[in-house]
């Protein structure tokens, strides 16, 4: 399986703290490589914004997105954190027949709605959403 990989300089509080983009690529191209994943291309942008859609890095992973068959990130709140922010992003998946896939357990509604649509009963994405409890703050948060 091809896939195409997202990383985004997500901010997880008022204080300024980010979750390190170079992080976020390592766990998933380690994912990739724990389930023979072959990663064509990654892309990142270095903050998030709540339009995920008007990101640089979305834009051009969605127009060079043509010979892959998933997205990866790391986890799903790397592209927002409501379904409503989320969902034109999963449209725009779905018109290129690609899904999404998160390479850690996400904490959030949004990583829930995204794995009970989009992820494989069985493969290692749902089972770690099956296991995500008392997660208090992401590994690999720089200031």
Do not use: H
């Not at 992973?61 to 379904?83: D, I, K, Q, Y």
């Amino acid at each position: 399986m091809k896939a195409i990989g997202y990383a985004s300089g997500m901010y997880v509080d008022n204080e300024g703290n980010v979750v390190d983009r170079g992080e976020q690529k390592k766990r998933i191209e380690a994912y990739a490589e724990a389930n023979g994943i072959e990663i064509v291309a990654m892309y990142e942008d270095v903050d998030e914004c709540e339009k995920v859609m008007d990101r640089p890095g979305i834009k051009k992973m969605l127009e060079e997105a043509n010979e892959a068959e998933v997205a990866l990130v790391e986890c799903v709140w790397s592209l927002g954190r409501t379904r409503a922010v989320v969902s034109p992003f999963m449209k725009a998946l779905d018109s290129k027949g690609l899904k999404l896939e998160a390479a850690t357990t996400c904490f959030d509604v949004t990583s829930q709605f995204t794995r009970f649509w989009y992820g494989k009963s069985g493969s290692q994405t749902y089972a770690a959403t099956r296991k995500a409890i008392d997660v208090e703050k992401p590994v690999g948060v720089k200031k």
